[in-house]
């Protein structure tokens, strides 16, 4: 059986390990913290800027998604969609054509897939719609994201406050607490008799994500039908319920296929210096104890891009990798990292490692640094995936490529 | 050098450490990990320390740092400030005694079954948690009326044996307050293992990994038994003999509370901590080889599997599921609780008593609703919490893996 | 056109210009003063929070010196609440000269500068983050001060005192009748209304803009602009103000002020007031530097940077360049005595410690050329009567982490603890929406997360008090003015911060680019 050892548990990494152990390789997961997911929306966004379907085949060459190839995308999207039908989770949509989702500021989010209670949400059905906010609740304000839908010319009713029938708090709730509140049966069948009265004519009302963390299927169906009328999610700030309910989804999946998941050290990549051609042995895990070998086939590295810790950004303008040291594809000196608004495009989110289109880590003649050595997600350069629209969609299609070159 | 107070700059505010807080997740009292660590550290000065009494709540579990993504040590930071406030006051006597299960032991064993019978009677646990808040309902361990080390007299060493052909395969067996006081037959039992498998076993000069101290928030205390551990075992680190324990927390002690959290930090800790297993770490890394030989004899059960937060810490996986899952006829479920709730000394406090039990309350109610046959855990304060709120029994890993192998 | 009269016309609403202010209501003058932004925008809100006790001019500028030594005990008695008492220490690392530290203390004894040698081991048990290599060390009466809660202090109290303070007024000219100035045309930059000011003395106080009020006048004062930057470390690896002892250079004083630590300064001469932009050299060279008071500098976060700028005067003529080496002192020019010009003077320069004395003086000069007004009685009378205690921050935090209260508050900013209550309350009584005036009272986003999660949330609640087309533009606005500061920062964890910003703003609320900025 082939060894791999997978370092990053984010979508990626996750997506990946279940990739790998599904072709029947033995598979360890090594993960430094949670991340991604937890602040996301949960949603798997694969081009929001236009039609994913027809765009991404007019993508320039070194782009990751043409790298992976539309095959590696379709069918990553499939078994991830197929993933969290059976985890009672179903995701809706396709590529074919985004989903107009309405966010927690009252702006659109196009996306190609979403949880159901969030796609319900979506905005090219002209069903008019009432967003509610709850009492008490600081992370979601009902009337600015109906100001600001009504200016994009979306058919709005109202903005309304609901009450939830909580004691008063001690400290202020995050989404996470109501959302456990919302696991229990009790509380559900109080809110909705609470609610009620005071949604009468509503056909369609929109909530923060807050329905749910560990039953999160059941809590909507059941309040939407106890309501009577259709009911989605807006996603709010992190810790963000459809991002950490699917990181949840996809960890217990991992693990109930036989992932050998390992939390918490920090990895450094070993090389086995006497092979030609250049192999990676495996990893050194940095354990409570110290270190502690990993020995592998293959390895593959999922572990993202600036934020956690997959590129290192140094003072003295330099971009390193953080497993093997890599050679990063970058602008040197900071002057060039950083745009001079927040909500531009930013040099540093493109930055990252030049794959092949089997999405191993190239050096500068062009060749595989490492033949077992693979890489997925956010660390391949050439992609600016917030301005695209690209984040999610990218880390499944390269995932599932590097474990198909990888194994295949 | 390793200063916790040192990351709390790492500290993005993401809140992914109070998402994953099995505390925060039942009881508002407690305003979160990052509230009162790494944000709140920045109103602690030396020359007047904040009271922060929700931080009292936090319960150790190390659950925070190990997902943080940012590598801030949340939760060691916590238990630094708790022993601020602990050293401001007078320390309840109920604390100094469940601090010392060793003191407890030594005192108690000689009159082992008079003990036994009083601390299950009822009128006493009434009286303890009249006089000395301990949860009347919280379990308490029953003392053995010889130790392990009497029973293993031939066994214990005060120095490491001259090198010979031996120490190849030599274990220095670190059995803990509970392996000795108050489950001496599980020791032996791992040391049989250890046997079978060809190592050969001593019983270095030890004492109480003092955690409890820590937790309590009596860190020169703790320092004292840090200390004392670390010099007697030091000298068989240095000679390559490898320290093996049953119980996950005293491992962590020697591998990572010593040098981090008590700020022991030189040569001697150090190598001490490199060299310290948790058992089936041991077995999984350094005797993979006569692992594979092991014929396991079928045992058919249905379990829940359930590993300790502390384990979680060590960063090394769960090695036990890698044993267990090769035991034909035992089918292992994953606890869906990351902590349940004991957290060493924490439950049996009668003021956490409740929030204690909320926290294991998915734990509990697995069990009951999946009908299984009994739990694996890792460390004993988590059998004896969890066989008394479930009435199922509880086992560590290695009674089932002695099982398999016909150990009686 | 609008006309209104009164005694004096302050221009100018940093600490001199509110000094100057209270000082005259104090006195019984009609008192107008006028700002073109809001409080705190300028230099004295971009200062790095020392209450100087004036050791470390003692030999580079004795004048200096002796003012923030008589000054210094006077800012405590009136202004209590917006001092820690931190205390502060000159050492001598390694690169520091071995012969300055006895001349300078000896200069110190002589100004009436309070200094104690200490030793070493005392120090760095006091503070075990400085260098471990010092070879003396001296104690002082240096204190941090939060310069953004005097001037609201001051604002206050000048209006309860029957002064006028009027934010977001730009001056456009003033008029003269012969050799008298009588008049200032303003615009009120909210509703672009232009007012007439009439007024018996008019003191100039606009700080970095001093010369180019005096030009409107006719007069010209040789001014350089010393721009000084500053980065603030995201929490306080030291809680005493740590000087270098040699000659005052770049770099050498970390200052704890709140939650904060500062590292400051540099010295780069610049043409204009609004030149604040921060070079990457002058980042590197300002770590490196406090790097040798505080070797472990590397592992503390450098939250934001910013710069203020000095006014300098420029009285013997030199050419444009090394700003650090012109006299710091305070300048008060009458300009009937110096330009022939009636019924105005322009004060500036010196030092924030300074400024009641500097407005004193002032004060004095308008008195003596009006001919009306009552002795000064700043040093006596405390600015708020009721806040007599020493700003405890450990304290507030207390008050607002005990979660068994029963009327507990929404916390909106979790880093600085800001509460909702706070914050609509400041929304209602502002004339502008800019998140960043609130931010400026509250101190709403100017933690760790620089705006990341309560930027939303502050949105929310301002929609929700003051509805308004602009909300969207004002969060953006907010969010660049909180990235100007992170930029000169972008690697490491601050680029992490900086990122995950955007994936809340950008990835999760697609939150839109406006181009303008909102009125």
Not at chain 1, 57 to 81: D, I, K, N, Q, V
Request: glycine share 8%; charged share 20%.
């Amino acid at each position: 059986m082939t060894e791999i050892v997978v370092v990053g548990g984010g979508l990626t990494g996750l997506l990946a390990s279940i990739f790998a152990v599904d072709r029947g390789a033995k598979v360890t997961l090594v993960a430094r913290g949670r991340g991604g997911l937890t602040l996301s929306h949960g949603c798997i966004d694969v081009w929001g800027k236009a039609t994913p379907s027809r765009a991404l085949s007019r993508l320039r060459m070194s782009h990751p998604y043409r790298l992976a190839g539309a095959e590696s995308l379709r069918t990553g999207l499939e078994f991830l969609r197929d993933l969290c039908h059976q985890a009672d989770l179903p995701y809706i949509g396709n590529i074919s054509r985004n989903l107009r989702l309405p966010t927690a500021l009252g702006t659109i989010h196009t996306s190609a897939l979403a949880p159901k209670s969030l796609a319900l949400g979506d905005l090219r059905d002209n069903t008019p719609i009432t967003i509610a906010g709850v009492d008490g609740f600081r992370d979601f304000y009902p009337e600015l994201v109906v100001a600001n839908l009504l200016k994009a010319g979306i058919a709005i009713n109202d903005a309304l406050q609901l009450p939830l029938p909580l004691s008063a708090a001690r400290r202020d709730p995050y989404a996470m607490d109501l959302a456990r509140s919302f696991d229990d049966q009790h509380f559900r069948d109080e809110v909705a008799r609470i609610w009620k009265p005071r949604l009468s004519g509503i056909k369609r009302l929109g909530v923060p994500a807050i329905l749910g963390l560990f039953n999160p299927q059941l809590a909507h169906e059941e309040l939407q039908e106890r309501l009577g009328m259709a009911l989605f999610e807006i996603p709010t700030l992190p810790p963000s319920l459809p991002g950490l309910r699917l990181e949840r989804l996809l960890q217990r999946k991992a693990m109930e296929m036989g992932v050998f998941v390992i939390e918490g050290p920090k990895v450094l990549g070993r090389v086995d210096g006497s092979a030609k051609p250049a192999r990676v042995s495996g990893v050194v895990l940095q354990t409570a104890g110290g270190g502690r070998t990993l020995t592998a086939d293959i390895v593959l590295l999922a572990t993202g891009g600036v934020l956690h810790g997959g590129l290192v950004f140094q003072q003295n303008g330099r971009v390193q990798e953080s497993v093997l040291d890599l050679p990063v594809s970058y602008d040197e000196g900071r002057q060039h990292w950083t745009a001079y608004s927040p909500l531009e495009t930013q040099p540093y989110a493109n930055y990252g490692l030049r794959v092949n289109e089997q999405m191993q880590p190239l050096g500068a003649d062009g060749l595989p640094i490492y033949t077992n050595l693979f890489c997925a997600g956010g660390l391949i350069a050439g992609a600016d995936r917030s301005g695209e629209g690209s984040r999610q969609g990218i880390g499944v299609a390269t995932a599932y490529r590097a474990i198909e070159a990888a194994l295949g | 050098m390793i200063r916790p107070d040192l990351t709390t700059d790492q500290c993005l505010k993401c809140n992914i450490c109070t998402s994953a807080c099995p505390v925060a997740s039942v009881s508002d009292d407690f305003l979160g990990p990052k509230a009162v660590g790494p944000q709140a550290a920045r109103y602690r000065y030396p020359h007047r320390p904040p009271s922060v009494p929700s931080l009292t709540w936090c319960s150790g579990c190390g659950i925070c740092s190990l997902v943080c993504p940012h590598g801030v040590a949340v939760a060691e930071i916590n238990i630094q400030a708790k022993a601020e406030i602990e050293k401001r006051r007078k320390t309840y006597l109920r604390d100094y005694l469940i601090s010392r299960p060793e003191l407890l032991g030594r005192l108690a064993s000689p009159i082992a079954s008079l003990a036994n019978k009083s601390l299950s009677s009822r009128p006493m646990r009434w009286l303890l948690e009249k006089s000395l808040a301990i949860s009347s309902n919280a379990p308490l361990p029953t003392f053995a009326s010889q130790s392990l080390r009497t029973r293993l007299r031939s066994k214990c060493v005060d120095t490491p044996p001259d090198p010979g052909l031996e120490s190849d395969q030599m274990v220095a067996f670190f059995h803990g307050c509970s392996s000795n006081y108050y489950e001496p037959d599980l020791g032996i039992l791992a040391v049989t293992i250890l046997e079978q498998l060809g190592q050969s076993v001593i019983i270095p000069p030890q004492k109480c990994c003092g955690l409890p101290l820590q937790s309590n928030g009596l860190l020169t205390a703790a320092r004292r038994y840090a200390q004392a551990n670390i010099s007697w075992l030091a000298p068989f680190a240095r000679r390559g003999i490898p320290i093996v324990g049953t119980s996950t927390s005293c491992t962590l002690s020697l591998k990572h509370d010593y040098r981090v959290i008590l700020g022991l930090q030189d040569d001697e800790s150090n190598i001490v901590a490199s060299s310290t297993f948790d058992f089936f770490e041991f077995l999984t890394h350094q005797l993979a080889d006569e692992i594979d030989q092991l014929d396991f004899k079928p045992l058919i059960a249905d379990v829940i599997y359930h590993p300790p937060c502390q384990l979680r810490s060590h960063g090394i996986g769960f090695p036990a599921l890698k044993i267990l899952e090769r035991i034909p006829g035992l089918q292992i479920r994953l606890s869906e609780s990351d902590c349940c709730g004991v957290a060493g000394t924490y439950g049996i406090k009668q003021e956490k008593s409740l929030v204690a039990y909320n926290v294991g309350r998915t734990i509990f109610e697995q069990a009951k609703q999946s009908e299984v046959d009994f739990v694996l855990s890792d460390s004993e304060t988590c059998r004896w919490w969890i066989a008394k709120h479930t009435g199922l029994p509880v086992y560590h890993p290695l009674e089932i893996m002695a099982k398999a192998m016909d150990i009686v | 056109m609008p006309e209104i009269s009164t005694q004096l016309l302050v221009i100018g609403g940093g600490v001199t210009g509110l000094g100057v202010a209270w000082d005259a209501c104090l006195r019984g003058l009609k008192v107008v003063l006028i700002e073109q932004n809001d409080i705190g925008q300028g230099t004295s809100g971009r200062y790095h929070g020392v209450l100087h006790s004036g050791a470390r001019y003692a030999i580079s500028d004795p004048g200096s010196a002796k003012d923030c030594a008589t000054e210094n005990p006077i800012i405590r008695h009136i202004a209590p609440h917006t001092i820690e008492e931190t205390g502060g220490f000159f050492v001598s690392t390694p690169a520091d000269p071995i012969d300055y530290p006895d001349r300078w203390f000896a200069a110190c004894h002589e100004h009436g500068v309070y200094v104690e040698e200490i030793p070493t081991d005392l120090a760095l048990r006091t503070e075990p983050s400085i260098n471990p290599r010092i070879s003396r060390a001296f104690r002082v009466l240096d204190a941090s001060l939060d310069s953004f809660e005097l001037l609201q202090t001051l604002v206050v109290a000048i209006q309860r005192a029957g002064g006028q303070v009027w934010l977001r007024h730009r001056l456009e000219d003033l008029t003269l009748q012969g050799d008298a100035v009588v008049g200032a045309e303003v615009t009120n930059l909210t509703s672009g209304e232009r007012i007439t000011i009439r007024a018996n003395y008019f003191v100039n106080a606009a700080g970095p803009w001093v010369r180019r009020i005096a030009n409107l006048a006719g007069i010209d004062i040789p001014i350089a602009l010393g721009k000084g930057a500053m980065i603030a470390l995201a929490s306080r690896p030291v809680h005493t103000i740590i000087n270098r002892c040699r000659p005052p250079s770049d770099g050498d004083i970390i200052v704890p002020v709140g939650t904060v630590a500062v590292l400051g300064t540099t010295d780069v001469e610049v043409e204009s007031p609004t030149e604040l932009a921060i070079g990457q050299r002058e980042i590197d060279f300002l770590l490196a530097q406090c790097e040798i008071l505080l070797p472990e500098l590397a592992k503390s976060r450098p939250l934001r940077a910013w710069a203020g700028i000095r006014p300098l005067y420029r009285s013997s003529g030199e050419g444009f360049g090394r700003t650090r080496g012109l006299p710091r002192g305070h300048v008060l020019l009458d300009h009937n005595d110096r330009d022939g010009v009636k019924g105005m003077a322009s004060i500036f320069s010196g030092k924030l410690t300074t400024f009641r004395l500097m407005a004193e003086q002032a004060v004095d000069l308008v008195v003596e050329q009006i001919g009306v007004g009552l002795s000064c009685r700043t040093a006596e009378i405390p600015l708020d009567p009721e806040r007599t205690q020493f700003f405890q921050l450990p304290k507030r935090f207390e008050e607002i982490a005990t979660p068994d209260q029963t009327e507990r508050e929404q916390i909106i900013c979790e880093c600085e603890w800001v509460n909702r209550s706070a914050i609509e309350e400041a929304i209602k009584s502002s004339s502008s929406l800019d998140l960043d005036d609130i931010r400026r009272k509250l101190r709403l986003g100017m933690g760790p997360c620089q705006a990341g999660f309560c930027g939303y949330r502050a949105a929310g609640i301002a929609y929700e008090v003051a509805p308004s087309p602009h909300t969207d533009g004002r969060l953006e606005a907010f969010l660049r003015a909180r990235w100007r500061g992170l930029r000169p920062l972008g690697w490491g964890e601050t680029l992490r911060q900086m990122e995950i910003t955007r994936r809340i703003y950008v990835d999760l609320l697609h939150t839109p680019e406006t181009q303008e900025p909102p009125q």
